[in-house]
C-alpha cells in the first residue's frame, strides 16, 4: 500500500490556543451559575407563598439552568483530557451527552409544566400579581447578565450552547411571567398565569429539538451539517490523477470538530503522495477538514476498465474492499 495518510491533531490549527478560551469558558459559566443559584433559592420562597405557578416553573427552568451549566463545566473537564487507554478520541463527546442531556432536561420539563398549567387553567387558584411581578423584574436582570456570561463563552460548543439555551429561553420565560403579572395586578384575571407557563413550554420545547438533533447528529456518525458528502467525493475524485475514491466517511468528533476517511485510487503513474497533499489541501482550505486519514493506492487496470461514463457504482474494486461503504467517485468526463 503506498502513502497512509498522515493525521493531523485533533484540533487542527486551533490547537494552541485553545487552553486559554476552555478556562475564561468556565469562568463565565461558573459567574453565571452564581447569579442563577442565589435568584432561584429566593425565587422558590417567592413562588411558594404568591402560589404562582409561572414563578415556580421559572425557578424549576432555573434549577434546569444551573444543572446545564453545572453538566457543561464537568463536560468541559472530561473532554479536557488527553486521549489515553481505550478512549483514543479523548472524552470530547462527553460535551455532546452534555447536550442531550440539557435537550431532555428541556424536555420533561416542559411536559411536567405543560401538565400543571392545564390544571391550572381548568381551576386558577389566587395568585399573588405584586410579589410575582417584582420578582419577575428581577429574574429578567439577573437572566440578561447570566445570557450576557454565557455569550462570552464559545458557543460553537453544542455544550455551551446547551448552557445559553437553557437560560434565553429562561429569559423569554420572566419576560411571559412579568406580562402575566402585570395583568394579574390588573384586571384581576389570574388564568393569565397558566397562559404564561403554557407559553413558556413552547419555547423549551423548541430548544429541546435544536439541541436532540444536533446531538444525535454526532452521535450517529452524520457528516457535518455543512458538508454534502457525495459532492465532496466528486470533488476530490475531479482532482489530478485521482481515478476513484470509495469508503469515504465523514463525521464529527464533537462539535466545530470534524474528520473523514476515505480510500482514493490514483492512476498507475501518478504521485500518491502530492495526490494526498493536494487531496489534504483541498479538505482544509474548502471544508476545514483538518483531521483526515486517506490511504492512497495506484488503481488496478480492471478498476481504469470499470469506470464508465455517467455511472457511479456502489461496489468498488472486488479485491480491496470485502463491502465497501457508500458510493463509488469515480473519475468520468462529466465531472471535470
Known amino acids: ?69 453545572v453538566l457543561a463545566l464537568v463536560a468541559m473537564r472530561l473532554a479536557a483530557r488527553p486521549a489515553r487507554g481505550g478512549f483514543t478520541y479523548g472524552l470530547k463527546r462527553a460535551e ?66 446547551g448552557a445559553y439555551q437553557h437560560i434565553l429561553n429562561d429569559l423569554f420565560a420572566f419576560v411571559g411571567t412579568a406580562i402575566a403579572a402585570l395583568v394579574v395586578v390588573t384586571t384581576g384575571f389570574e388564568r393569565a398565569d397558566a397562559i404564561a407557563t403554557l407559553v413558556v413550554v413552547a419555547l423549551m420545547v423548541k430548544a429541546a429539538y435544536g439541541l436532540l438533533r444536533d446531538s444525535g447528529r454526532i452521535f ?53 503522495h502530492a495526490v494526498r497533499r493536494d487531496l489534504e489541501d483541498v479538505l482544509r482550505s474548502g471544508y476545514g477538514i483538518t483531521h483526515t486519514t486517506l490511504q492512497v493506492d495506484h488503481a488496478a487496470e480492471e478498476v481504469l476498465q470499470l469506470a464508465l461514463p455517467g455511472e457511479r457504482e456502489t461496489a468498488g474494486d472486488p479485491g480491496h474492499c470485502e463491502a465497501p461503504h457508500g458510493p463509488v467517485h469515480r473519475d468520468e468526463p462529466h465531472h471535470h
Open 1 to 69: 500500500m503506498s502513502g497512509h495518510g498522515h493525521e493531523h491533531g485533533p484540533g487542527g490549527h486551533s490547537g494552541h490556543s485553545h487552553g486559554v478560551s476552555a478556562d475564561a469558558d468556565r469562568r463565565w459559566l461558573g459567574l453565571a451559575l452564581a447569579l442563577i443559584t442565589v435568584f432561584m433559592a429566593a425565587e422558590v420562597v417567592v413562588g411558594v407563598l404568591a402560589s404562582s405557578l409561572a414563578l415556580l416553573s421559572d425557578a424549576a427552568h432555573m434549577l434546569t439552568d444551573a444543572a446545564s451549566i
Open 96 to 161: 455532546i451527552l452534555s447536550a442531550q442531556a440539557n435537550g431532555l432536561t428541556l424536555l420533561l420539563l416542559g411536559a411536567w409544566l405543560a401538565y400543571e398549567a392545564v390544571r391550572r387553567l381548568i381551576a386558577p387558584p389566587a395568585v399573588a400579581g405584586i410579589a410575582m411581578l417584582v420578582t419577575a423584574l428581577v429574574g429578567i436582570a439577573v437572566n440578561v447578565a447570566a445570557t450576557w456570561c454565557i455569550s462570552r463563552a464559545n458557543r460553537s460548543s453544542l455544550n455551551v450552547e
Open 220 to 272: 450517529l456518525e452524520a457528516a457535518p451539517a455543512d458538508v454534502d458528502p457525495d459532492a465532496l467525493g466528486d470533488r476530490l475524485v475531479a482532482r489530478a490523477d485521482v481515478v476513484e475514491v470509495h469508503d469515504l466517511h465523514v463525521w464529527q468528533i464533537t462539535s466545530g470538530q470534524s474528520a473523514l476517511s476515505a480510500h482514493v485510487l490514483v492512476e498507475p503513474g501518478g504521485d500518491c
